[in-house]
């Protein structure tokens, strides 16, 4: 079997989380099973995480779209032509978007809820998207998505049978895992002067939701005459200017680190040594930051969605996003209370061994025999 994987949209930091999705299952449905050939397409630069293997090939095209008609180009006619080309039996389409001429059967991938634009994308894109999603669900073979509260919000938004949609939860890298108190010490060294942080993927919300977030941290500031700081993952460097500029006036600036582009074991050393991890954005994507951070022993601040709730469970705190008041509200409970927190730790762990990548892959895999199975021959 031919397996395309189209991931156009894919941004290049590590934590834009369809891309990571496709490459922790592929990279282990490749090495798994070597007789299949897997064959990734993108209309882009190759991502900073590349699948990579015997059994796989990448197909750069261009031109790369930066507008809707160049957008409309790719779906409509250049992306049925390369499936037709590399004679692919199925296609995983990312980003939430798969092609609406080829007969080569699609599983279409959503990472979240379908009415919200992922963080950074244009105006003009995510118009695309709104006034063409009807058409990629209806096209789509398969729906893989992340959560359960996703699934139903697809099947009432779109009239979409249920039998069609498959909830695959995500999972988390074996590399997150706690670290001992002398690497914690190491860590905050280096990016803190050794201070106590909150840290946020910033990567992963919208410029509006993280000026949020720094309103919600001057309060807690202000109201308990910490010296804790928080830390901003920036690791696709897409919002690293704005939020420079933006906290140039900010009165606890020297409070806020912004990271450069960071490695997958950067990104677990930041997170491990962090005192709370704050991931709130209205973007449900499955909340992959959210796990890594409990599997580190950190605990979190979320916010009160269905998806983070369906994930977590009791295991975090929930604040309501674009909610300064209610995330610092949170912030000060965690910051006061040790056995709160302690609990949460101890929680979060229980949860966090619920998420395996080789699980999440194992459940792809299956959808895709499915597909394959079931797929008429194509004259």
């Known amino acids: ?40 397409i ?77 963080a950074g994308t244009r105006q003009s894109l995510f118009s695309f998207y709104q006034k063409n999603r009807p058409q990629f669900i209806a096209k789509a073979r398969r729906i893989i998505t992340l959560s359960a509260a996703g699934k139903s919000n697809i099947v009432k938004g779109y009239a979409t049978d249920p039998s069609k949609i498959s909830v695959v939860y995500g999972g988390v890298s074996p590399q997150f895992e706690p670290l001992h108190e002398e690497e914690k010490k190491r860590v905050k060294e280096k990016y803190t002067n050794g201070k106590e942080y909150f840290v946020c993927a910033a990567a992963a919300h919208s410029e509006a939701e993280l000026v949020c977030l720094l309103k919600a941290f001057s309060l807690f500031k202000k109201r308990q005459q910490s010296g804790m700081k ?39 050393c930041i997170t491990a040594a962090a005192y709370a991890s704050v991931f709130i954005t209205a973007f449900d994507d499955g909340g992959l930051p959210v796990l890594e951070a409990m599997k580190c022993g950190v605990p979190v601040i979320t916010a009160s969605s269905p ?14 996003a674009g909610d300064p008041g209610s995330i610092a509200g949170q912030l000060m409970l965690l ?20 998420y395996s990548w080789d699980r999440t892959a194992e459940e792809v895999w299956q959808v895709i025999q499915e597909i394959y199975g079931s797929a008429a021959p194509r004259m």
């Not at 490749?30 to 007789?35: G, I, L």
């Not at 998806?307 to 309501?320: C, D, H, K, R």
């Open 1 to 40: 079997m031919r397996i395309a994987i189209t991931d156009s949209q894919a941004e290049k930091g590590y934590t834009r989380y369809d891309h990571r999705f496709l490459y922790e299952v592929f990279d282990r449905l490749a090495k798994k099973y070597p007789v299949h050939e897997f064959v990734v």
């Open 42 to 118: 993108e209309n882009n630069s190759p991502a900073a995480y590349r699948l990579t293997g015997p059994n796989i090939q990448t197909v750069i095209t261009h031109p790369a779209f930066r507008t809707r008609p160049l957008q409309k180009f790719w779906y409509t006619h250049k992306l049925a032509s390369v499936l037709k080309k590399i004679k692919a039996d199925v296609c995983v389409a990312g980003s939430g978007v798969c092609s609406l001429s080829s007969g080569i059967p699609q599983c279409l991938l959503l990472t979240a809820l379908p009415f919200l634009p992922p």
């Open 230 to 268: 928080l830390v901003m993952t920036e690791e696709g460097g897409r919002y690293q200017h704005a939020l420079t500029a933006s906290i140039k006036n900010y009165k606890y600036r020297e409070d806020v680190v912004i990271t450069d582009r960071l490695t997958g074991e950067e990104l677990r």
């Open 307 to 320: 998806v983070m709730q369906e994930i977590t469970g009791e295991a975090a705190l929930y604040a309501g």
């Open 335 to 354: 910051y006061k209370d040790e056995n709160l927190r302690n609990d949460l730790i101890a929680k979060a762990g229980k949860v966090a061994e619920g």
